[in-house]
């Protein structure tokens, strides 16, 4: 599988080769924050498998496991795109709304489903767990 993607004003762009890792929903604090909404979708991907075109700006945080997240966004229009964990180097998540057609996603878990609001539909037969796994 071949997919492209890009931020919203199109100054950093992605593609991607071969099938995700591992996709996953997350409800934690962070990502809702990040996201803007409910929960943040991400498709999990090794970084040789992602081809990046065009600068993003990071943030570094803290986990509540200790490791460092790095997510990037684009310095223009202010897209979420990648988040990086120190735990998994070789790893990149990609935030799911960035890809040109993610008809193809479906999550395997949802994450910190604890902290969902009551508002944000989660299907009930999705795994779930309250911490990242």
Known sequence: MKQQ??????????????????????????CRRVSGTG?????????????????TKTHQ??????????RHFCPECGSRLFSENSKLPDNLGIAVGAFNNSDWFKPQVALYT??????DYMDPELKTADHMT
């Open 61 to 70: 945080s803290l986990s509540d496991a200790g490791t460092t997240r790095t």
């Open 5 to 30: 993607g890009q931020c919203h004003c199109g100054q950093v762009t992605f593609t991607v080769t071969g099938e995700p890792l591992r996709m996953a929903s997350c409800h934690c604090n962070a």
């Open 114 to 119: 604890a902290e969902r609001p009551l508002w």
């Open 39 to 55: 929960h943040l979708s991400q498709a999990f991907y090794k970084k040789e498998q992602v081809e990046i075109h065009g600068e």
